[in-house]
């Protein structure tokens, strides 16, 4: 029998990360299947087997059953769910942004350089508009198929979380494995990791383990909160990224319909 393929969907900074690993360690440590971390059109292809187990969860950026003919096999032949989390772009766009401030130039939006490689008139007007278009076409293929969450809600409560996703995946999960997944991906927990991992490659290179098996990198945490934009953002900043982004805030109560 063929498994489930499980699409981790969320947009960058919007902790999709953090749920992709707690969706992971569920299907795992349940015996239902494996995680293979970002998607690969081979791995489509390679992992589609029983040995597999009942579900495959992967990583992706993209809405699969348009730009892949096996994500739309796999939605037709009702082998496809989804799990997504949603926050609000203009707190999405400070985590970008911050990340960003280590690097080269970074354009506001009256056009001033600052610090960072970063264009922030770009990627309100052109990349968000893009990414949440894509991640709207998972959640409008219904509940039964995809399951999503607020950054808010999932960042606050993440037993809660871990419990919903088991539920989403029909995974009886027992109490004490759920409060033991949720422990590791606490803001906490996870820059502790961060800490030993940066500790262990300073000490023995060589000898250091990937952070991830199958993840090239885990995204460091910046805040982990809400409400960002209000001491990041400019008023003219946090405009036009209402601007171009309104119908999907409206939709999932960022701004006022």
């Not at 991992?197 to 000898?207: F, Y």
Request: some cysteine; charged content about 30%; aromatic content about 10%.
């Amino acid at each position: 029998m063929k498994p489930t393929w499980v699409f981790v969907a969320g947009t960058y900074r919007t902790a999709s990360t953090t749920q992709y690993l707690i969706t992971r360690d569920i299907v795992e440590e349940t015996k239902n299947g494996i995680g293979i971390g970002y998607h690969t059109e081979g791995k489509l292809v390679d992992r589609d087997g029983p040995r597999s187990g009942r579900y495959v969860v992967c990583k992706v950026f993209v809405f699969l059953p348009v730009t892949s003919p096996h994500g739309k096999r796999f939605l037709e032949e009702k082998r496809l769910k989804a799990v997504c989390t949603v926050r609000d772009p203009r707190d999405t766009m400070v985590s970008i942004y911050t990340n960003a401030i280590r690097l080269g130039v970074v354009r506001d939006v009256g056009g001033r350089e600052r610090k960072g490689d970063f264009n922030f008139v770009e990627h309100a007007t052109i990349f968000f508009p893009e990414w949440l278009g894509r991640l709207t076409r998972w959640i409008d293929l219904g509940p039964e198929i995809t399951y999503y969450s607020r950054f808010e809600d999932l960042t606050l409560n993440l037993f809660r979380e871990t419990n919903q996703i088991a539920r989403h995946l029909d995974i009886d999960l027992d109490e004490d494995l759920a409060h033991d997944i949720a422990s590791r991906y606490t803001v906490q927990a996870q820059r502790a990791r961060k800490r030993q991992l940066k500790a262990q490659r300073s000490r023995a290179p060589d000898e250091a383990k990937a952070e991830d098996p199958w993840l090239p990198s885990i995204p460091a945490i910046n805040f982990g909160t809400s409400g960002l934009y209000r001491t990041w953002l400019s008023g003219p900043e946090a405009s036009l990224v209402v601007e171009h982004n309104e119908e999907f805030m409206k939709r999932f109560g960022y701004i006022d319909d």
